[in-house]
């Protein structure tokens, strides 16, 4: 399914529309489920990035992202079949990026694939190698901010361990 790209929504919207879109689709074919999808996007100075097509663009992103602060969102999106309950949130966390030269972006590169990752950077494995801070939940910039997750879950009578 093809994420929305709008630029009259805000990255909280359109991470919340996109995870709803994906959740609604498979809930669809899965009336029996309980269904959670999720959509993470980068913003910088309200710019929204989204996944590189290639490695010049994943390398031109890391090089903005560079010695700056930057927004990571994801919309989670959860979905009853059955009852057709519905619970959608978003999540922002503020990363710091070290400053990198050409080399550390090339040695980042060499050890995570950027193409499927918004921003083209992934915190964990070698995160650290570019990260310098994480405010808010690093669950989120992973993709997946865990601590609402479970609350919202919880709507669902779903409880997972900890």
């Known amino acids: 399914m093809d994420e929305l790209a709008s630029p009259h929504l805000s990255v909280r919207e359109l991470t919340i529309a996109n995870a709803s879109r994906k959740a609604r689709t498979i809930a669809h074919e899965r ?3 309980v269904v ?9 100075d309200g710019e929204i990035i989204g996944k590189p097509r290639h490695l010049e663009e994943a390398r031109e992103i890391l090089r903005r992202l560079s010695d700056r602060v930057h927004d990571v969102c994801t919309g989670v999106s959860i979905i009853s079949g059955p009852h057709r309950k519905f619970v959608s949130f978003a999540e922002i966390s503020r990363v710091r990026f070290r400053k990198l030269n050409e080399r550390s972006i090339n040695n980042y590169l060499r050890k995570v694939n950027p193409l499927d990752k918004a921003g083209g950077y992934a915190a964990q494995r070698a995160g650290g190698e570019i990260i310098t801070s994480i405010e808010g939940s690093f669950s989120n910039v992973m993709g997946l901010p865990m601590e609402p ?12 361990r900890r």
Do not use: R, W
Not at 149 to 160: D, H, M, R, S
């Open 149 to 160: 997750t479970i609350e919202a879950l919880a709507q669902f009578g779903i409880y997972p």
């Open 31 to 33: 009336m029996d489920a």
């Open 36 to 44: 959670l999808a999720a959509d993470t996007l980068v913003a910088l």
